[in-house]
């Protein structure tokens, strides 16, 4: 079997737009290296750390699209199922009152789903969240990254495989273990893949075990 080199993987994962615009494959490449060692620093342990990474809970999400993602009118429909984890990351900050701010990790896999097609879509999510210690309420936004099957449903092409994600929501237990959140959610590639893909906006439902 013939082995591939990163030089032949890595064009199917990112693609050019434009085979005479060899710029803005390597944009592509610096941004997606810069989201992979932000994530890396972030999960390094440093001697200040009095928490470890620990898992906070899992939820099952539905989301439905929204009106149209920021900036762009979509040109389809759009749902999304999924199952997702939440880890606690190191790094909080809590007042004497007991609200404060803290640092998550949200991982992701289901399928999005459009155009009559299915694909495969998993992110990776760093969040900061403000609320109560005992994470009873909280309120978190974060950016991160997402990775699709194939990028093209119908019409709509979302320019590459490499999606960014932006997300803030609200987290509330309801009876613990149980608990419900609501989350915003948008991909774009950011203009990564040229200015003609388009990116799509969820409203997302969860039901939530509290670890």
Request: glycine share 10%; aromatic share 14%.
């Amino acid at each position: 079997m013939k082995k591939m080199g990163m030089n032949e993987i890595l064009p199917g994962l990112f693609p050019l737009t434009d085979p005479m615009t060899p710029s803005l494959y390597c944009r592509q490449q610096q941004m997606i290296l810069g989201l992979a060692c932000f994530l890396w620093l972030l999960l390094q342990p440093t001697p200040s750390i009095a928490a470890d990474v620990s898992l906070l809970s899992v939820s099952a999400r539905y989301a439905l699209s929204g009106s149209s993602p920021i900036g762009e009118q979509t040109q389809k429909d759009f749902r999304q199922y999924d199952v997702a984890a939440t880890l606690r990351l190191p790094w909080q900050w809590y007042h004497a009152s007991g609200w404060g701010l803290s640092t998550r990790l949200v991982l992701s896999g289901g399928v999005l789903t459009g155009a009559n097609e299915t694909n495969a879509i998993a992110t990776i999510v760093p969040v900061v969240a403000f609320g109560r210690q005992d994470e009873r309420f909280s309120i978190d936004m974060g950016g991160g990254g997402a990775l699709l099957s194939d990028y093209k449903f119908g019409t709509q092409n979302f320019g590459g495989p490499f999606q960014f994600v932006w997300t803030f929501g609200l987290n509330l237990l309801l009876y613990s273990p149980v608990g419900v959140a609501y989350h915003f959610q948008h991909y774009s590639d950011a203009t990564v893949y040229g200015s003609d893909s388009r990116g799509v906006d969820l409203h997302m439902f969860e039901l939530v075990y509290r670890y």
